[in-house]
């Protein structure tokens, strides 16, 4: 069965500074898909960015980006110049290539500082 | 607009009392599911569905029932809560193609006294 791990429940940073958000997997599978989802007090789930299994390139959504480590079975998130609005909890999640079912990780909530 | 529906946002509700959470689409998504939400055990899938009349258990099913007699509908329904069914309700749905974004609901708090 696939498992997702997220280490750090909680993170904080300074606005306009860099910080990282770890998130390893494990799986046997070779193709499928990894997420970060963010959810804001508001509750609600916002899909941040996806990687394909498959590509290698690292996928980048404007201030944010992934570094994926296909063999090390590592996902991280980097938001880049961080803003007040993105203080939320993120969740890192891993699909199979077959089916549309989401397993998440525990979630790491993260603190903007002005 | 695109969207995933859920009534009721809040709920609080006594042991034993049957409800019924609703859920509904309007993108024509052949797949659709329900995860419940846990402080620490972040979201855990409790049914899906790939289509009409055909739905299946996910991880944490007991004590729960789905029903899927239309393509934009998947409701959740509690015969009998209990107070271990207190938690954070998110529907999800999805077009079943490979690109598997999934589209979630904007979620239910219940509470089972």
Redesign the interface.
């Given at each position: 069965a696939q498992t997702v791990t997220q280490s750090q429940p909680e993170m904080s940073v300074q606005e306009a500074e860099t910080v990282t958000l770890s998130c390893t997997y494990d799986t046997s599978e070779s193709d499928y898909y990894l997420f970060w989802y963010k959810q804001p007090p508001s509750r609600q789930m916002i899909l941040v960015i996806r990687q394909e299994a498959y590509k290698q390139q690292n996928a980048t959504e404007n201030r944010f980006s992934v570094n994926f480590q296909k063999a090390a079975k590592s996902f991280s998130l980097k938001i880049s110049d961080s803003q007040l609005g993105d203080a939320a909890m993120y969740f890192c999640a891993y699909s199979s290539y077959n089916t549309d079912k989401l397993i998440f990780g525990t979630g790491t909530r993260l603190q903007v500082f002005p | 607009e695109a969207q995933v529906t859920q009534n009721p946002r809040y709920l609080i509700t006594v042991t034993g009392k049957k409800l019924t959470v609703t859920c509904s689409q309007n993108m024509n998504h052949e797949?659709m599911?329900w995860?419940r939400q846990d402080p620490?055990?972040?979201?855990?899938?409790i049914y899906?569905s790939m289509n009409v009349e055909v739905t299946d258990k996910?991880d944490v099913p007991e004590g729960y029932k789905v029903s899927r007699k239309e393509k934009r509908n998947f409701p959740l329904i509690l015969e009998s809560p209990s107070p271990n069914q207190t938690s954070?309700y998110?529907c999800?749905s999805?077009s079943?193609m490979?690109n598997?974004?999934?589209f979630?609901g904007?979620?239910t708090?219940l509470t089972v006294l």
């Open positions: - | 797949y599911s995860y620490g055990l972040g979201l855990r899938q899906y996910g954070l998110f999800a999805s079943g490979v598997n974004e999934q979630f904007p979620g708090r």
